[in-house]
């Protein structure tokens, strides 16, 4: 009779039964998607640093960030007289290499490494040095001389500058620049390169140390058109390229363009012993915030990030989207299902109070007063529940569209080094541009909403407190509800 | 405080046991922000297998003595006994079990639950009792045909005439087998041939041994009563001629 009384009442207030439950699934599959679009976020998120960090770092150890001027000196391109070669018509083709690491941000010497190794709670430590190889290259025009002409076959030699002769005779000038990340050839397991995959030749191993050799990657590799057995130049030294890989994620590259081993990348750059980052995994995700203490109590000049730092060096449309979703869409459902609640408790107090008759008469007739309680509760529960699986499905619909549609974002992770405004101090044009590339990893991430276990209870777990929640108001009503004065109200 | 005695010429063949006590009764409640008196001293008995109607003016306390006996109100003061049990002093939960085994009530109104049918309305009345699924429905059953309306236990009450839902009414108070059936103005909304129907209803009921006690404004069927009753200013006098 419970059951059957149940479905008869629901079915006979059907307007109310449908604006309750409609209230509910509304705000039920708002809840569903916004957690589901938090959760694809943060995986997002935690795939754009990927690439640019790999997989298994917990922190990471940097320099200083430096102020423009202070110790950073621009890129400068200094050419001799005799320098470039000078074709018949006098025009002279130059170019430069150069290799220089992150322009505003400080190295850490070498010996960084083996202060983090003796860290307690360290798993696994790794160095590496980001640089950029830079290459200035260009025509130099002989300008025309007033005399007479030169016998041909004659080379001219370049005029002095604002002597007799021609002057600058115009010119073309270019900046090409690439990444290229020194790594220990052994590390696959912590750093950049531990999430990517090879898909071409190797990945760079002990043996490789203080050799001329550079994995690139697959996107470099496609655009600046090298393949494996092909050779590359670096600040002016030719590479033989050994691999190519790829980021596990289709839309993201990997962290640099080109890597080489670390104690030839040293050498190169000229820069000495030192490293730009160091990678740390922690032996358990307990222990993070201790080791970061730790590392920072032995290393006080040196910026130690976890995740959660590292994170909010994500930016671009990714970072909009979770703020969006963080503000705009937790507060909304916040609202909603507040909302959705209030209507809920109010149409059953209201209701119960428009059947005062019916339950002073079932306590008329014998009812208990916990029974008619647990006739109301449960009518409040049923309703939410109905809500709830409406919820349920409208949320998962809207999860599956998100999936189908699959939104691609793009987003950039890394320290960001700031640029000065006026250029790198002493630097020739542009000098203050290229320091920022080595530091940033522009990522295409495609947005997921996962369906988790915690987002489908989360829409069930609602619609049972809902219910509950409106069967306790309106059963607290109900119970107070004197049979004498139901039926004397009435009479 | 009145004292009423019945009438020995009045009274039924069979000298039955007292039903009912009250004793100095008094009820008082508010109502609108006034307090009302509804019942003043009512001293009063009511033996079992009597027909007992109750008469007098709106708002003399008819309804409110009729709550009294059905349990579904406690007087102010004074002693309602219902056999051995004070009803005055009794817990809530003994009313709720009083209400569900013993007294079985009739409203003018009817009170049928709308979304119900005939028969799921009177098995309502037997939901509080631990009776088994079977015998239920063999008691839904018979208490429907005693009624006259076992070919209309599918009908909801919006399919019934006024009649016939107030027989589903005394359908569903005397499907438990109470000691005593209370009526609170039971042909009130009633034309005249549906009211005498209920009334030869109610009064077969009653030659079978059931204690009937009715509110009405209806001489007619107060006529029908072994003994009538008058309560005005809450004052019960016995006007049984």
Known sequence: MYARYLRRELAGRKKQTVIVASGLAIAIALVMIVNSLAAGVRDAQAQALESVYGVGTDLTVTGAQAEPGEGTRGQQFDFDEDAGATDEEGTTSIEQSQLTTEMFRSTLDASVLDTVLAADGVEAATGTLSLTNTTFSGEVGQAPAESPTAEEGTAQAPPEGGAGGG??????????????????????????????TVTDGRALESADAGAAVAVIDASYATTAELAVGDTMEIAGEEFEVVGVVASTSEEADTAANAYIPLDVAQDLSGVGDVLSTVY??????????AVQAEIEEALPDATVSSQSDLASTVSGSLSSAS?????????????????????????????????????????????????VVGQVAGESVVQSL??????????????????????????TAGTTAAAGPGGAAGGGPGGQAFGQAAAQTATEVVLQAPVTLWVVGAAIGLAIIGGLLAGAFGGWRAARLSPAEALRSVG | MTMIDTDADTAPDAVPAVLYRLTDVRRTYQQKGRIVKALTGVDLEIAT????????????????????????????????????????????????????????????????????????????????????KAERAERVAEALGQVGLAERADHRPSELSGGQQQRVAIARAIVKRPRVLLADEPTGNLDESMRDEILSLLERLNADGLTLIAVTHDSAVARRARRRLRLAKGVVTDITR
Do not use: H
Not at chain 1, 174 to 187: K, Q
Not at chain 1, 281 to 287: F, P, R, T
Not at chain 2, 65 to 90: F, M
């Open chain 1, 167 to 196: 002057g600058f005779g115009g010119g073309a000038f270019g900046l090409d620049s690439f990444t290229v990340m020194g790594i220990e050839p052994d590390a696959a397991a912590i750093g950049p390169l531990s999430s990517v």
């Open chain 1, 280 to 289: 740390v995994q922690a032996s358990s995700s307990d222990g993070i915030s």
């Open chain 1, 323 to 371: 703020a969006l979703i963080t503000n705009l869409g937790t507060w909304l459902s916040v609202i909603v299902l507040a909302v959705a609640l209030a209507l809920a408790v109010l149409f059953t107090i209201s209701g119960v109070s428009r059947r005062t008759r019916e339950f002073g008469t079932l306590k008329a007739i014998g009812w208990s007063n916990g029974r």
């Open chain 1, 386 to 411: 109905i809500g709830g699986a409406a919820g349920l499905v409208v949320g998962l619909l809207g999860i599956g569209i998100i999936n189908i549609v699959s939104p691609t974002i793009s987003t």
């Open chain 2, 49 to 132: 297998g009597d027909f007992v109607t109750i008469q007098g003016p709106t708002g003399g306390g008819k309804s409110t003595l009729l709550q009294v006996l059905g349990a579904l109100d406690k007087p102010t003061s004074g002693r309602v006994l219902l056999g051995d049990l004070d009803i005055a002093a009794a817990s809530r939960g003994e009313l709720e079990s009083l209400r569900a085994r013993e007294i079985g009530f009739v409203f003018q109104g009817f009170n049928l639950i709308p979304t119900l049918t005939a028969a799921e309305n009177v098995d309502m009345a037997l939901e509080p009792l631990s009776v088994p």
